[in-house]
């Protein structure tokens, strides 16, 4: 029952920080205060220590790894591959601006060309190798979760950044899928006839 608290406790928490508190600083500064990223910290943070409320080990421990060798493995490559991917894009954007410093124009190149998020993608792929080392409803909420926090934190980044580039940042936007790729694109166009 904890966990599930917990669950409510981090997503209203983060609807608060994202749609209200960093949503005003943004409208209001232009930038991130400090308690707007104190608290996109702290969620994320809560985010992460969420499983030891039901993996049974105590922090920062880590329970024992499935011992299925495709599972086990397969998850760990999963969850090496999201990070290193992570760190890379973080290094791409610029670890000041991937922790909130406001970017001088709109990065269009490199993962920024298939996806308006790559970032966020690719922590959410290191997660789903942790629900697939720890399956479960549990690990699901938890990804899920994750999912939701990072969604309200890209509409509020998104409201920003097109204040702050207008025009250009729409144009972005039709080109370049939120997340992964547009409906539109995966079917077969219809003939003119």
């Not at 981090?10 to 994202?18: E, I, Q, S």
Request: some cysteine.
């Amino acid at each position: 029952m904890l966990y599930w608290i917990g669950i409510f406790f981090t997503l209203l928490v983060g609807v608060l920080t994202f749609r209200i508190i960093v949503r005003r600083d943004y409208l209001q500064r232009g930038s991130l205060s400090f308690l707007a990223t104190t608290l996109e910290f702290v969620i994320f943070a809560l985010h992460a220590n969420l499983p030891y409320l039901y993996l049974g080990v105590p922090w920062p421990l880590f329970p024992p790894l499935p011992e299925s060798f495709l599972q086990r493995n397969l998850s760990l490559v999963i969850i090496a591959a999201g990070l290193v991917a992570t760190l890379g894009i973080m290094a791409y954007l610029g670890f000041k601006t991937s922790i909130g410093e406001q970017p001088g124009t709109i990065r269009q190149t490199g993962p920024y060309r298939w996806s308006r998020n790559p970032q966020l993608l690719s922590y959410a792929l290191m997660l789903l190798g942790f629900v697939g080392l720890f399956p479960s409803i549990n690990s699901l909420a938890w990804f899920l979760l994750y999912a939701a926090i990072a969604h309200l934190m890209v509409l509020t980044e998104e409201e920003h950044l097109g204040n702050q580039f207008e025009g250009l940042y729409k144009e972005y936007c039709n080109q370049v899928p939120r997340y992964i790729f547009r409906l539109q694109s995966i079917l077969p166009e219809k003939s003119k006839e």
